[in-house]
């Protein structure tokens, strides 16, 4: 894991680091883009761009955003985008995500706007991170069929839709386009079931997409960092999703050091 962690080198600049690009976010769900965001910031890229109508929110919060109030399109360069936490019914603004020739991680309402055959066409990777209910609307299968056979059904996700599914749930599976090993993840805890956890892991991903990681790894490190991140968090007690956030980098230090 250590290996798969991008480390700025001497003449490193933000430009090089990589700039994540985070399309989310919505006026009834502000909240996920500033949590999507919040995991960006901690994920190695070296700025994150938000597009979206929570702009005022996010930088409330996290005043380093770079806000754009143009579509993804025209936003400026990104090296990796991640599409859907909170983004309501907004299907054109995930549609222009599809078409950019950068890594794609697709999140909850953008799992359900994106066109099968955009998604399949693409030729960057596309990372799709759905929990068991989002996973068995894209089957067309009942939640508890998903939740019986996992395994079948990350592998079925990737074949079909030609992508790296991230399947969340009390373990996290990772299963690349090609077939072969599906990578299991065991460092969360069920504290992690909490609103909004997700759209914290989808921007840590797509930051780690954005620092140059394929798929498979992004998705893998991602869900190691921020099942650790939840421990670290937790302790024992409740928590909410953007405690998670602040204690990824003490999950990175513990992985790298
Ligand atoms: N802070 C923010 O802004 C946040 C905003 N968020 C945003 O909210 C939007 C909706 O996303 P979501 O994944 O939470 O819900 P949703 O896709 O409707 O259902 C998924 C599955 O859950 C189940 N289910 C539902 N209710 C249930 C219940 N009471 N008790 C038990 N089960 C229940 C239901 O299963 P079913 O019962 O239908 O079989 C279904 O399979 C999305 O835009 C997301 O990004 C979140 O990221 C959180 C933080
Ligand atoms: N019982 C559990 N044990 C470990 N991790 C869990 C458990 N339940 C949920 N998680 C993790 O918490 C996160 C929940 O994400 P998600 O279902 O998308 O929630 P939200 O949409 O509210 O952000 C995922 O990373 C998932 O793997």
Redesign the pocket.
Known sequence: MARLLPAPAAESDKYRRGVVGIA???A????????AVSGALRGGAGAVRYVGPAGDAVLARFPETLVSDAGPAKAGRVQAWVV?????DDAATVAEVLEADVPVLL???GL?LAERDAVRRRTAPTLMTP????A??LLGV??EEVEDARLAAVRELAAVYRATVLLKGSTTLVAGPGGGPVRVNATGTPWLAT??S??VLSGLAGSLLAAGLGAVDAGSAAAYLHGLAGRFAADGAPVG?HDVASRIPEAWRDVTD
């Open positions: 989310a976010g919505s009834r769900y502000p909240g996920a883009a500033v949590l859907g936490p909170g983004a309501g999140d909850a309402d359900r929990h068991a209910g989002e068995a609307a009942r939640r609103a909004g997700g759209d999703a």
